[in-house]
């Protein structure tokens, strides 16, 4: 019962371990001495690298949060103009299991541990805001979470971040 109950805790340890691991990590930075207030219009510039499924949701999601914070969008010459900088790289976790014999400091015996390899893929997707007229980067968002095989929860998770990364924009200090 007791090495039933060990290798429970072991798995849920690491589950728990590998969870946190796929959380999604969502940071933002701007510049400190621009007037967010007088931005009101923005337009796209580029998504990089272009031409796949997920540039339209990446504009999808972007409007929504900016459009939900006051901001129009325009064709182009936007106050704010948007570069969106999406890639994908392939991340190797660990884990190792033990079968609950031997180890520990006290008492030695003829146990075992497994470790397995789990590959997954990484999606990070980068929002940079820079002043139409300067060109100077105003803000910058960035988002990382695991990629699944299904699209929809790529979709949910892509939503999900981006909504994090606006949560705060404009930023409440700087210039108003």
Not at 4 to 31: E, H, K, M, P
Not at 77 to 84: M, N, Y
Not at 85 to 101: E, N, V
Request: charge should be positive.
């Amino acid at each position: 019962m007791k090495i039933l109950r060990f290798i429970t805790v072991c798995a849920a340890v690491s589950l728990a371990t590998l969870t946190a691991g796929f959380a999604q990590d969502v940071q933002t930075d701007f510049d400190h001495q621009a007037n967010f207030a007088q931005y009101k219009t923005y337009s796209w510039q580029e998504i990089k690298p272009g031409a796949s499924l997920w540039d339209s949701r990446i504009k999808s999601a972007v409007n929504a949060q900016l459009e939900a914070k006051g901001l129009a969008q325009v064709a182009g010459g936007g106050d704010i103009a948007i570069v969106a900088i999406k890639t994908s790289q392939t991340m190797r976790t660990l884990q190792t299991f033990y079968d609950g014999f031997g180890g520990g400091w006290r008492w030695r015996g003829f146990g075992e541990s497994t470790t397995t390899e789990q590959d997954y893929q990484e999606g990070t997707l980068v929002i940079d805001l820079y002043d139409g007229k300067t060109k100077q980067l105003i803000w910058r968002g960035s988002t990382e979470s695991a990629l699944s095989d299904k699209a929809e929860k790529n979709e949910k998770n892509l939503d999900k971040g981006v909504n994090k990364m606006f949560k705060n924009f404009p930023p409440a200090s700087g210039k108003r």
